[in-house]
């Protein structure tokens, strides 16, 4: 049967935030049967993001967020800023990263690599909790 989900992480500021430790127990109920399926992992909004990448070494995440900041500068003539000059900019670094990640699942567990994690991609510099729709496919 299919399961879903809906997930709100702890409130968190810009940058690059790994968010496996998080999610996974609250979607155990929904893993404990599956031998082979998929869960989807999709963000319920346009100023961050979805990721799934290194979950060793935190310098990663940092330079992920470093590396963002340089293509997609707050510094461009944005016209959308109504939430503040780092409106347009989330929007675009969400567009490009991406809502939503999907991951297998084999006998019950994620089937990750050994040093991916899922990160929480947030671009807002003030603090927000994150709404996510985790959906299993058995």
């Known amino acids: 049967m299919p399961w879903q ?8 500021t810009k940058g690059c935030h790994l968010v496996t430790e998080e999610v996974v127990p609250q979607i155990q109920d929904g893993l404990k049967d599956v031998k082979v399926g998929l ?13 799934l990448n290194e ?3 935190r310098d990663v995440r940092t330079d992920m967020d470093m590396a963002l900041d340089k293509v ?3 510094s ?11 409106d347009s900019a989330s929007h675009t670094k969400a567009s490009l990263i991406g809502p939503s990640i999907t991951i297998p699942i084999t006998n019950g ?3 990750t690599g050994t040093w ?4 929480l991609c947030e671009f807002r510099r003030l603090a927000h909790k994150r709404k996510i729709v985790a959906t299993i496919l058995p």
Not at 40 to 51: E, R
Not at 76 to 86: A, K, Q, S, V
Request: net charge negative; charged share 20%; glycine share 4%.
């Open 5 to 12: 989900k809906t997930i709100t992480l702890s409130s968190r």
């Open 39 to 51: 869960l989807t992992l999709f963000i319920q909004h346009t100023s961050a993001a979805l990721s």
């Open 55 to 57: 979950n060793f070494d």
């Open 72 to 74: 997609i500068p707050e």
């Open 76 to 86: 461009l003539p944005w016209r959308h800023t109504d939430e503040g000059p780092d």
């Open 109 to 111: 567990r994620l089937n």
């Open 116 to 119: 991916q994690g899922i990160y």
